[in-house]
């Protein structure tokens, strides 16, 4: 032992003392768990010479907090010295797991916690193995863990208290999060060659479980398979991936609907209420000029992990979207919308007839058949309103990688295009300021798509913004191709307002046209956009009369092109201009011309028909049908080039691409995992109940 680590454990611990001053001056008697902690930590042996020693020592409430402010106390050196206690104490702590008394076994759980919080919180070079070291030991580590794994997994499927089946989960889930970087955390090696898989799925298969566990065992999941997802094979990925129990992954569908349904409650109720006559509105307004909106920014966030585990769901088990599109009536929620205070004076002040609408509004939204994807649906159009906040910025793109997933898979579209299979799905739109925020009272019953496409044609028309989200824009397009990929396919008929698209994307040309300087300097490739713009009309117009509802539906096309021609004879003059520099954005730029050669095609060929006709009959201006009837009648003379691969496009791949998203944004929910299962003390009494109780 070195002189300056003696020297250390002395200064922080000095020799036990049985007393300790308290609050009110007088002399307090320590707890007896306390001086037996201050023995540990001075390197001595208290159970030296006292047999029944473990036996008394796990029926002692532990105090979680002093074990933690020891460790902080403590040096790494001093820590090296103080390695044989510990193995002992977290050795003895997995053998009480075993143990018939259930006080022994909480106790046991919030000391292993205790210890592993406190280790890992001590800044190690080579995190992984140090902190296996000081815990476990070496040479034990193996053996141990392997017990402690095997001991978890008898209380997740034995008959214990489903309080302390929950804190076992919850002691996972501070082994989880032990390192900021969960791939760094080589305590999880062990749940790798130990798996808690099993015990997981048993939970999201048992209903009654599964009200009370089933949220924490999808986020343990979820964190688990996030460790060294992209440097080797995870057990828990492979076996999420080939999970075919229709009770588990539809329990998980629940859990994930649950928490995304609260969410969109809890929004529903705010925004309705903002509007509840004009004294609330008053307060919300005064309110919010001195509220921040950091706890809707939370509640964004702490959907996180949600999200990741429904994107994982549907990432890698092709089982999952029946799942997704199970079909149930919610119940009504359990929890009545809070009223606001108001002062009874006036009846015209009291704005108890509004929330009596809004209790109606959400008692007739609980009654309509309803699924997950409907759910995420109206989900993503709360989180996609605002996007310059980085955490919702994260969120929306999650929520639009999970929105691509859906619409690759071939079931996934073939449900949501089935048109004996309908849904109302409510969509909230952003607040602007040449229309008033609103929430479509009677939302007509229609396939899945409907809805999808409506999510994106909004997001199109509300982000045209200074902050511009073009990576955002991309995904949302890359969506809308992939549908029509589907519909061109399978010959798919949809009855859907078309010209909404149409006149987004026109509108979102012109954006990019107006801020030509100022977007180039922050994004080059605003070609790369357009060009996806420009394809999606191409889309339309090579295989429109395979998809589109009707001919009428395809002579509106042209006219829309033929009547805006204006801004797609600017965008090719624009990409020409590009053309002919030796900047970066020259090959994109002359990418984009070739893209356009049709779109120039039928403005060439049918805008001086139309100009002659309104020539020969003395007209200034001509009427839709009026232009249409010149289209329907020139359609024989207009010549198109076939372009290639306007069907196809690139699958969706996590890795490369998106591995630094997927980093940050585990690492942030790991963070967050962390705080919320700091203190499982709080939760010591009533497990005690409980365990008392059976």
Not at 79 to 91: G, S
Not at 199 to 227: E, H, P
Not at 287 to 303: C, L, T, W, Y
Request: aromatic share 10%; charged share 20%; proline share 4%.
């Amino acid at each position: 032992m070195s002189q300056e680590a003696t020297t250390d454990l002395k200064r922080t611990h000095g020799h036990a003392a049985l007393l300790r001053k308290g609050s009110s001056n007088k002399m307090a008697l320590k707890e007896k768990i306390v001086q037996i902690y201050e023995a540990f930590f001075q390197g001595e042996d208290p159970s030296s010479g006292n047999p029944n020693f473990w036996d008394e020592f796990f029926l002692l409430k532990p105090n979680i907090p002093y074990i933690e402010s020891e460790f902080d106390k403590v040096s790494g050196e001093g820590l090296m010295m103080l390695k044989e206690n510990l193995n002992a104490l977290f050795y003895r702590a997995v053998e009480s797991l075993k143990e018939e008394n259930t006080i022994r076994v909480v106790n046991a759980i919030y000391t292993m916690a205790a210890l592993v919080r406190g280790v890992c919180r001590k800044n190690f070079g080579d995190f992984g193995f140090d902190v296996i070291n000081i815990l476990i030991g070496f040479d034990a580590a193996e053996t141990v863990m392997q017990e402690l794994v095997e001991n978890l997994n008898q209380i997740l499927n034995g008959e214990y208290p489903t309080a302390l089946k929950q804190q076992v989960l919850r002691f996972i889930m501070v082994l989880a999060t032990a390192a900021d970087n969960i791939s760094l955390n080589t305590l999880l090696e062990y749940l790798m060659i130990n798996s808690v898989f099993e015990s997981l799925i048993q939970i999201l298969g048992d209903v009654n479980l599964r009200q009370m566990l089933g949220g924490d065992a999808v986020q343990v999941l979820t964190l688990l398979v996030q460790y060294r997802k992209y440097e080797s094979a995870n057990p828990y990925i492979v076996k999420l991936s080939i999970l075919d129990d229709e009770l588990a992954l539809t329990g998980y569908a629940q859990v994930v609907l649950g928490a995304l349904s609260d969410f969109n409650r809890e929004y529903h109720c705010r925004s309705t209420e903002a509007q509840a006559g004009w004294f609330s509105a008053f307060a919300s307004m005064v309110g919010n000029m001195f509220v921040p909106d950091e706890k809707h920014i939370s509640a964004v966030r702490a959907n996180d992990l949600v999200l990741l585990a429904l994107y994982e769901a549907i990432h890698l088990n092709r089982n999952f979207i029946t799942a997704l599109t199970h079909t149930h009536t919610p119940s009504t929620p359990t929890t009545p919308p809070s009223s606001p205070t108001v002062p009874v004076s006036n009846p015209l002040n009291d704005p108890a007839p509004e929330l009596h609408k809004i209790d109606k509004a959400l008692l007739e939204q609980s009654s309509h058949p309803t699924n997950l994807l409907v759910t995420f649906l109206e989900y993503s159009s709360i989180v996609m309103q605002d996007t310059k906040d980085e955490t919702k910025h994260s969120n929306a793109k999650l929520c639009l990688v999970i929105l691509t997933c859906i619409a690759e898979d071939q079931y996934a579209n073939s449900l949501m295009h089935d048109v004996n299979i309908n849904f109302r799905v409510t969509l909230h739109r952003m607040p602007m300021r040449h229309r008033k925020m609103k929430v479509e009272k009677d939302t007509p019953s229609r396939p899945l798509v409907c809805a999808l496409l409506d999510l994106m044609v909004e997001f199109t028309m509300s982000h045209m913004m200074k902050s511009f989200p073009l990576e955002l824009y991309n995904r949302c397009l890359g969506i809308i191709q992939r549908v029509l990929c589907y519909q061109k396919k399978c010959r798919v008929r949809l009855q859907y307002p078309w010209k909404e698209l149409w006149t987004a994307l026109i509108n979102l040309l012109k954006y990019l046209l107006s801020n030509e300087s100022n977007l180039l300097k922050k994004h080059n490739n605003i070609f790369h956009l357009s060009s996806k713009v420009v394809n999606i009309f191409n889309l339309f117009i090579t295989y429109g009369d395979t998809f589109l509802p009707n001919p009428n539906s395809y002579d509106e096309l042209y006219y829309e092109i033929i009547r805006m021609h204006q801004v797609f004879d600017n965008l090719y003059s624009m990409a020409l201009r590009y053309t002919t520099s030796d900047g970066e954005s020259k090959e994109s730029a002359a990418r984009l011309t070739n893209h356009l050669v049709n779109v120039k095609a039928i403005i060439n060929h049918f805008s001086p028909k139309v100009d002659s006709w309104a020539a020969a009959n003395q007209l200034s201006s001509l009427t839709e049908e009026q232009v249409l009837d010149v289209v329907r009648a020139n359609y024989d003379s207009l010549t198109l080039k076939l372009q290639d691969s306007l069907d196809q496009y690139e699958r969706y791949s996590e890795k490369p691409r998106e591995n630094a998203f997927f980093t940050n944004l585990v690492r942030a929910v790991v963070m967050d995992v962390r705080k919320s299962v700091s203190n499982l003390s709080q939760y010591h009494q009533h497990v005690l109940q409980s365990v008392s109780e059976m």
